[in-house]
């Protein structure tokens, strides 16, 4: 059984079987990265382009890995030194791409709905990987890949998303598909990076970090997007760590067997204490292990589908 849809653009439009289906695949994918022989023929005489117009290294680079992984040929276009410096538009460049053979793009963009539009204009696949402020879905994928593989589900546990709301994409993306699966999910941040009517969405929303994080089964720390921000939306780093930095302290409001997540990269001593980031409750490296895995999930499930076998070649 396949995804039965030509792209992945968001966890919104996701129902809680096809987020089940992609974490189930996910589970042979990450068996392939612990042989000696990481490989499998499954998606050989495929090609898989990643498109960024913003910076990356673990989404890129792990959407690369797995294509590889898969057995499928990969492009990527550095639009730093593509012809989009010389004017040449989106649409263009999509185009342009998609005529060499391209069977699935891997986009980043600023803008909000790039995605959408790239998926309205072209045959192939087009996998969000982050698009302006909307939805970051594999990242949250990742993220939920790992939450089940620690505690083995998502009804009943209580997940806190902490600090800059406003402009992550991840928390957007987190929020619809841990709320699906049955996760009570939480969000705390200042009041000037946090989204309007974002109870709408169903979670609780808190301004006291203390508050937020008693209890929490997981908490998933936001960096803080200081290239999005405007002036005025906080102090200084200095007191935004002071009210808002996960601590030590903070942490052990949380359960006991708390979960501590982070997208990365991370701002060592804002956001989040290095004593918490190297602590045994992260998981801040399994995240990037199990992106491999989840995004070869992926590529398999909307290029293939059908039944995996791990067939070494």
Known sequence: MGLNRKDLLGLQDLSAEEIELILDTAVPMKDILGREIKKVPTLRGKVVATLFYEPSTRTR???ELA???????????AVSTSSVQKGESFRDTAETIEVMGVDTIILRHSASGSAQYLANIVKASVINGGDGTHEHPTQALLDMFTIREKRGGFKGLKVVILGDILHS???????????KMGAEVCVVGPPTLMPPD???????VFYQVEEALKDADVI???RLQLERQQKGLFPTVREYHQLYGLTPERLKLAS???????PGPMNRGVEI???????????IVDQVANGVAVRMALLYLLMEGGAFSAVVS
């Open 67 to 77: 294509a590889k992984y898969m057995g499928a040929d990969t492009m990527s276009l």
């Open 198 to 204: 974002i109870e709408k969405m169903g979670v609780k």
């Open 256 to 262: 006991r067997d708390v979960l501590i997540l982070h």
């Open 61 to 63: 680079t792990s959407f």
């Open 273 to 283: 204490d290095p004593e918490v980031a190297d602590g045994p409750q992260a998981s």
């Open 169 to 179: 994409r991840v928390a957007r993306s987190n929020i619809w598909g841990l709320a």
């Open 220 to 222: 998933n720390v936001l």
